[in-house]
């Protein structure tokens, strides 16, 4: 199995999708899936492919959508679970998750 340098992975949005993907050299890695409603983003899928887990490719993909959040100033609403415990980890962006 080659290991993946997580600074060779890129995150892009696709929003005709609705998730955020991680790559590398344009091969598919992980995803995260969402869907959008007025004034909030709910992320509700975080995958990642079996030979690229454990090296960090799912919190990039948190990482960079929840810094998109913050740049769109949308509230998130974390229906994912690993997202969840991302957030519980990353309390800076607590100010961003929508309280029922």
Request: glycine letters at 8%; proline letters at 7%; one cysteine or more.
């Amino acid at each position: 199995m080659k290991e993946i340098p997580v600074a060779e992975v890129e995150v892009v949005e696709v929003p005709e999708s609705s998730r955020y993907e991680a790559r590398q050299d344009g091969v598919r890695l992980g995803e995260l899936t969402y869907h959008r409603k007025p004034g909030m983003i709910v992320f509700d899928h975080t995958g990642v492919e079996p030979e690229a887990r454990g090296r960090g490719i799912g919190g990039l993909l948190v990482a960079a959508a929840m810094a998109a959040a913050a740049q769109d100033e949308v509230h998130v609403v974390p229906a994912c679970s690993f997202v969840r415990r991302w957030v519980h980890e990353h309390p800076e962006y607590l100010p961003l998750i929508e309280h029922a």
